[in-house]
T-cell receptor, first 114, second 117 residues
Framework: DAGVIQSPRHEVTEMGQEVTLRCKPI?????LFWYRQTMMRGLELLIY????????DSGMPEDRFSAKMPNASFSTLKIQPSEPRDSAVYFC????????????FGSGTRLTVV | DQQVKQNSPSLSVQEGRISILNCDYT??????FLWYKKYPAEGPTFLIS?????DKNEDGRFTVFLNKSAKHLSLHIVPSQPGDSAVYFC????????????????FGSGTRLQVQP
């Protein structure tokens, strides 16, 4: 298995532009998580899905952020409009129910908003 | 409100010596704890975990200790190797019960370990 695949690896955009981050989870995993890493706050949970259904989006910072999972093999995280404070590394992770030894993370998308 | 805290942003040790990384938590509902390791430009990878019914779990050079009364856990690496140089994240599960029975992990801010040759 190729693992969790995220694209793009790097994204530089201007303030006010729309940004879409993409994630392909491991086949068969029924949970998908979006995390954001910053120096100050470490890894923050933004939202997670179970069987393509959003379960908890309380970590989504503002209405500018939205996430979808149209099918079991694809998820997007969209920021519209983007702001400089959104600059961070965004990670997607997937896991199987009952496997308590953790999640499999993708390599992340480094977002820079200028 | 950070429920999982790693108060040391960095740690430097000599090769062959012991590395001790610390983590504190505030939510008494947490019942499962994990350590992740992260290299630059990669995602975090699972390292070791411990359930709240135990106070120690060992896997090769890595041992995690849990002190529930103090709400504290630590990761010991013995002996430390240069390849262990990475950022280590502490994570905890519990405190939020999901309808589906799983709980999302809450992570700390990480500790950067540097092992000097």
């Amino acid at each position: 298995d190729a693992g969790v695949i995220q694209s793009p690896r790097h994204e530089v955009t201007e303030m006010g532009q729309e940004v879409t981050l993409r994630c392909k989870p491991i086949s068969g995993h029924d949970y998908l998580f979006w995390y954001r890493q910053t120096m100050m706050r470490g890894l923050e949970l933004l939202i997670y899905f179970n069987n393509n259904v959003p379960i908890d989006d309380s970590g989504m910072p503002e209405d500018r952020f939205s996430a979808k999972m149209p099918n079991a093999s694809f998820s997007t995280l969209k920021i519209q409009p983007s702001e400089p404070r959104d600059s961070a590394v965004y990670f997607c992770a997937s896991s199987l129910k009952g496997r308590r030894y953790g999640y499999t993370f993708g390599s992340g998308t480094r977002l820079t908003v200028v | 409100d950070q429920q999982v805290k790693q108060n040391s942003p960095s740690l430097s040790v000599q090769e062959g010596r012991i590395s001790i990384l610390n983590c504190d938590y505030t939510n008494s509902m947490f019942d499962y704890f994990l350590w992740y390791k992260k290299y630059p430009a990669e995602g975090p990878t699972f390292l070791i975990s411990i359930s709240s019914i135990k106070d120690k779990n060992e896997d090769g050079r890595f041992t995690v200790f849990l002190n529930k009364s103090a709400k504290h856990l630590s990761l010991h690496i013995v002996p430390s190797q240069p390849g262990d140089s990475a950022v280590y994240f502490c994570a905890a599960s519990g405190g939020r019960t999901m309808d589906t029975g799983r709980r999302a992990l809450t992570f700390g801010s990480g500790t950067r370990l540097q092992v000097q040759p």
